[in-house]
């Protein structure tokens, strides 16, 4: 089931206050999405498929167009996620590393909606929650920014659900950025923040020597959780790498969503290799089953039974193993 704004900023308060977390897949093409959706109903756990730049303008969705790339993207979610399959399944859909100048075009499409079906407008698709890259941005810029999402829902007569994030992969952010930006967008537009994506000693990529500071969390998200007066997770980015202890660490320390993109991309390529290096007498004109072999189906057949298990192991790590039956039973 597609998750709702409100729904979904619900889901990341059960995990803060239950300090479990819910991992959140860089899904790049639509046979990682649906292995994804496979691992979380096997595991009967939430998950959240986000989605960058760099997937709504590429060959799978939007072909350099990312509101093109945003309808596909959502639309097909949408499909999936509240199909008899995974109608049990809480299923977010999250904007992640959205950045340039069509940064507010996005996000905007995203909170007023995707017409399912161009020739009836009322038939919508919205994202269940966003967040903005802020890499190249001032403070006022990623202040003024936040406040014109919050604008943009309001406006609608919403709350949008939102993560916000401040240097990343830049060391360890000062409690005062805590204050002075998270802070911020509170004050002005109250409620619609939910994560707060401060740095904590990660990086994105693959380095060896990716290492977390899990006492920096805790203190961020008990300063997020009192500025708001609700629970506020952190949001964790740069995931790859890391140990499952450290993975643990921080979800105890108040991580309530964990993103997971440069090891999940490792893993498929990795296995996409293996699948051509080991089929290779088969990929050959003549022989009989080169169809099978060389139709997309089989290659991602390959690639999700070792992968879907993988996803599943990541989700059970941080907590994620059947906590959707009693959020599902909340909704309802």
């Not at 959020?327 to 309802?332: C, D």
Request: with cysteine; glycine share 8%; proline share 4%.
């Amino acid at each position: 089931m597609l998750l709702t704004a409100n729904q979904t900023r619900l889901l990341y308060e059960r995990a803060t206050v239950g300090h479990f977390a819910i991992l959140a897949v860089n899904a790049d093409s639509p046979a990682a999405v649906v292995d994804c959706l496979e691992a979380a109903k096997q595991t009967q756990a939430p998950i959240i498929i986000e989605t960058s730049l760099w997937q709504l303008t590429g060959r799978s969705f939007g072909l350099g167009d990312p509101i093109l790339g945003l309808a596909r993207y959502l639309t097909d979610l949408a499909v999936l996620s509240n199909s008899e399959r995974y109608k049990n399944t809480p299923v977010v859909f999250h904007t992640d590393h959205i950045k340039g100048p069509e940064t507010l075009a996005i996000l905007t499409a995203a909170i007023n909606g995707i017409p399912t079906n161009l020739s009836d407008q009322e038939q919508r698709v919205f994202a269940s929650s966003l967040s903005l890259d802020s890499s190249e941005l001032s403070a006022e810029e990623n202040i003024e920014m936040m406040c014109t999402l919050c604008s943009t829902a309001e406006a609608r007569s919403e709350k949008a659900t939102l993560e916000m994030e401040a240097g990343v992969d830049k060391g360890v952010t000062p409690p005062s950025e805590t204050k002075g930006i998270f802070g911020a967008v509170e004050e002005r537009h109250p409620g619609h923040l939910a994560l707060w994506a401060p740095g904590v000693g990660t990086q994105h990529g693959l380095d060896d020597g990716n290492h977390i500071d899990s006492d920096a969390i805790q203190k961020h998200q008990e300063l997020a959780t009192e500025i708001c007066s609700r629970p506020i997770g952190l949001a964790l980015h740069g995931s790859s790498g890391l140990s499952n202890d450290a993975l643990q660490a921080a979800v105890q320390a108040g991580t309530a969503k964990v993103n997971w993109s440069s090891e999940s991309l490792l893993i498929r390529s990795s296995l996409a290799k293996r699948y051509f290096e080991t089929h290779s007498e088969q990929l050959s004109r003549n022989h009989p089953d080169f169809k099978s072999t060389a139709m997309d189906n089989g290659l991602q057949s390959f690639i999700a039974e070792q992968y879907i298990p993988k996803v599943g192991e990541r989700i059970e790590i941080l907590g994620g193993k059947s906590k959707a039956p009693a959020f599902m039973a909340q909704l309802n």
